[in-house]
């Protein structure tokens, strides 16, 4: 069947509508992700940011050749409603498929830095650590300040004699990761809620108060090598407690010195000071270092033994020979000082 003129003219005239009309959403369309991108451009998406204002953003950087494709692409992309703030890598040229495809995968993750807190250190030891640590942007002088500005627990006494640190024992030694941007104060505060929540967590046999179990912890954790012994050297400090005897702890005068030298002398004992156990009956008044789990679980529940004193009988392990009595005790600090130069052991002897 043959057109009339003017249905043909009609029917020309709708080719050419619907030409015009698929080239016209072509050009709408995002288009296909271009090979041939420019250069790199960091765009700090921030948060509430809704798409105009993506757009925009991204208009202005080049990253897009025009707002309003943006907008009519994100209308039939589900992924527009679904950006996250944050600092992204695009390239100059892009196609709103290739932007949202980068969007979707969601900013990268901040910087980080690792600092491993070993047990036994005093809080400048652990200061110095933390700004030592690979990537940390603090300094000691930082760190310092943002001591200051933390709460201690409840259970820290509020009566601790005049140049006390009040925090020594509770930096909590352990593995931590931090955003570079972390401040001091919130690092410092984590490392204190650590330890709280660790003696939160422990339900100890001997009656202590957690600032007791917390000093106790530390002098084991100055004190002991061998882990075997940790409870036990928590019975000789219960039971010399309970006798009302002088602790006589060397790590509370190295304290005290505010140094760890590797020998006391006879002065050194009578040092004047409120950690000094061989002067000052009791504990000391704050613990001496921050003690790790296994010494604060020894400290809740020492060992069953009659033991008062203890020695060094193995210059190389640090193992110890316990006594009961003086007398005994006395033999072995005088087989101690016969090793004490040269080293040797009489652990098996005792």
């Known amino acids: 069947m043959r057109l009339s003129r003017g249905s043909a003219l009609f029917l020309i005239v709708l080719v050419g509508l619907a030409v015009v009309a698929v080239l016209g959403v072509r050009a709408l369309l995002p288009g296909e992700p271009s090979e041939d991108l420019g250069d790199e451009v960091a765009v700090e998406i921030p948060d509430g940011a809704n798409v105009d204002d993506v757009a925009t ?18 209308r039939f992309d589900a992924r527009a409603n679904q ?3 944050g600092e992204y890598t695009l390239r100059e040229g892009m196609s709103a498929t290739q932007v949202f495809d980068r969007f979707a995968e ?9 600092v491993t807190v070993p047990e036994g250190l005093t809080v400048p030891q652990t200061l110095e650590r933390i700004a030592e640590a690979g990537g940390s942007p603090h ?31 509770l930096l909590a030694p352990a593995t931590y ?7 001091a104060a919130e690092i410092l505060a984590e490392l204190v809620r650590t330890t709280d929540d660790r003696l939160s967590g422990i339900e100890p046999e001997v ?14 954790e100055r004190e002991v090598r061998i882990d075997e012994e940790r409870p036990v050297v928590a019975s000789v400090v219960a039971n010399r407690l309970e006798d009302e005897r ?21 002065e050194d004992l009578e040092i004047d000071s409120a950690w000094n156990t061989y002067e000052v009956e009791g504990l000391p008044p704050t613990p001496i270092a921050a003690p790790g789990r296994a010494a604060l679980e020894s400290a809740a529940h020492p060992a069953n033994t009659d033991y008062r004193y203890y020695v060094v009988c193995d210059t190389e392990t640090g ?11 006395q033999q072995n600090v005088a087989r101690f000082r016969e090793i004490q130069d040269d080293g040797g052991r009489f652990c098996d002897d005792t």
């Open 207 to 220: 009656d202590w108060e957690q600032y007791e179990l917390l000093t106790v912890a530390s002098l084991i």
């Open 139 to 169: 300094e000691v002088e930082d760190l310092e300040e943002g001591l200051v500005q933390i709460s201690l627990p409840e259970w820290v006494p509020s009566d601790l004699p005049e140049g006390a640190q009040q925090f020594e024992g």
């Open 106 to 114: 969601g900013p990268p993750p901040p910087p980080t830095f690792t």
């Open 246 to 266: 002088l602790l006589q702890i060397d790590a509370t005068v190295q304290y005290a010195q505010d140094e760890h030298q590797g020998r006391l002398l006879f």
């Open 57 to 74: 953003m991204l208009a202005e950087d080049d990253v897009i050749d025009s707002e309003w494709r943006f907008r009519l692409a994100a």
């Open 319 to 329: 193992e110890h020979a316990f006594a009961e009595h003086d007398e005994a005790h």
């Open 83 to 85: 950006i996250r703030a």
């Open 177 to 183: 990761e931090f955003e570079e941007e972390t401040p």
